[in-house]
T-cell receptor, first 108, second 115 residues
């Protein structure tokens, strides 16, 4: 079983739409949770950390459910520049465990 | 402030040759991590190093792969006798400390192609 499972998508949405996707993780001892964004053939970049209370950063909202071992990301008012692959990432110590990524394409 | 630097960005090797990938961490960072990404997959942890020490190499294949982070100079990931299956993107990350909550910053990666 993979440590982090994600729906690969792709999610094709029009500009201005709301898109949401999630992941599950298998290691209940995981301590830190993140969403990383990766553009085609580039390095992953930290989008946001995810906290148990849920947190928001502009148009992005992340939720964590430790009991269900489930993490979600919601993007409101999608922009063309949001087109990317979004990786769910968990960290138990120092090793980041990446999901395979969810591809989002925002069309004009 | 320079970020994490990796070179070369692209590397082509024939089967059986050696590949050397270099990583210079962000200024002030002494913790370095190497990850490998195959097409359509997430990054997979390979090795974690601090200056002159390998802390965890549990993700590294037992044969042909080695890593170092000398006192002076960049971290090196070395792959001997490369095979086609080694073709991948290799990303290096660095952090200020080694804690679970510490942000890892990634370099642009080295794309290795084995012919």
């Amino acid at each position: 079983r993979k440590e982090v499972e994600q729906d690969p998508g792709p999610f094709n949405v029009p500009e201005g739409a709301t898109v949401a996707f999630n992941c599950t993780y298998s290691n209940s001892a995981s301590q830190s949770f993140f969403w990383y964004r990766q553009d085609c053939r580039k390095e992953p970049k930290l989008l946001m950390s995810v906290y148990s209370s849920g947190n928001e950063d502009g148009r992005f909202t992340a939720q964590l459910n430790r009991a269900s071992q489930y993490i979600s990301l919601l993007i409101r008012d999608s922009k063309l520049s949001d087109s990317a692959t979004y990786h769910c990432v968990v960290n138990g110590d120092y090793k980041l465990s990446f999901g395979a990524g969810t591809t989002v394409t925002v069309r004009a | 402030n320079a970020g994490v630097m990796q070179n070369p960005r692209h590397l082509v090797r024939r089967r059986g040759q050696e590949a050397r990938l270099r990583c210079s961490p962000m200024k002030g960072h002494s913790h370095v991590y190497w990850y490998r990404q195959l097409p359509e997959e997430g990054l997979k942890f390979m090795v974690y190093l601090q200056k002159e020490n390998i802390i965890d190499e549990s993700g590294m294949p037992k044969e042909r792969f080695s890593a170092e982070f000398p006192k002076e100079g960049p971290s090196i990931l070395r792959i001997q006798q490369v095979v086609r299956g080694d073709s991948a993107a290799y990303f290096c990350a660095s952090s200020l400390s080694g804690g679970a909550a510490d942000t890892q910053y990634f370099g642009p990666g080295t794309r290795l192609t084995v012919l």
